[in-house]
C-alpha cells in the first residue's frame, strides 16, 4: 500500500524557514514524480513544486519561485521541500503527493497523498 508522511511543518516568524519532508513507504520513490501542493483555509489546493522521477526537472508556482526549493534522495525515499523567506501567505497545509509520471501541478494529476503537515507563518 502506498503511504506519503509529510513532516516538518510549524510555526515559523515572516522572513524564516523550514523544511518539509515527504517519506514514502510501500513503494519505492524512484519512478514516480512527486508534487508539493498547499491549502489555505476558503482556498482550492494549489500547486507549489513538483520534480521528476530522476530529480532532472523541477518546476515551482511563481508565487514561490527563488524562495523554495525541492530535492529527493531516492536512496531515502524521502522529498525535501526547502521553503525560505516565508511570508504569512505562504501559510496553509501543504501535501506531497506521487504519480508514476510526469510533473503536474494539477491536484488531479496525482493519486497518491499524504496527509498534510500545517505550516503556519505568523509574527
Known amino acids: 500500500q502506498l503511504q506519503l508522511v509529510e513532516s516538518g511543518g510549524g510555526l515559523v516568524q515572516p522572513g524564516g524557514s523550514l523544511r518539509l519532508s515527504c517519506a514514502a513507504s510501500g513503494f519505492t520513490l524512484d519512478y514516480y514524480a512527486i508534487g508539493w501542493f498547499r491549502q489555505a483555509p476558503g482556498k482550492e489546493r494549489e500547486g507549489v513544486s513538483c520534480?521528476?522521477?530522476?530529480?532532472?526537472?523541477?518546476n515551482y508556482a511563481d508565487s514561490v519561485k527563488g524562495r523554495f526549493t525541492i530535492s529527493r534522495d531516492n536512496a531515502k525515499n524521502t522529498v525535501y521541500l526547502q521553503m525560505n523567506s516565508l511570508k504569512p501567505e505562504d501559510t496553509a497545509v501543504y501535501y506531497c503527493?506521487?504519480?508514476?509520471?510526469?510533473?503536474?501541478?494539477?491536484?488531479?494529476?496525482?493519486?497518491?497523498w499524504g496527509q498534510g503537515t500545517q505550516v503556519t507563518v505568523s509574527s
Open positions: 503527493a506521487a504519480e508514476r509520471s510526469w510533473c503536474s501541478d494539477r491536484a488531479t494529476d496525482f493519486g497518491s
Open positions: 520534480i521528476s522521477s530522476s530529480g532532472d526537472s523541477t
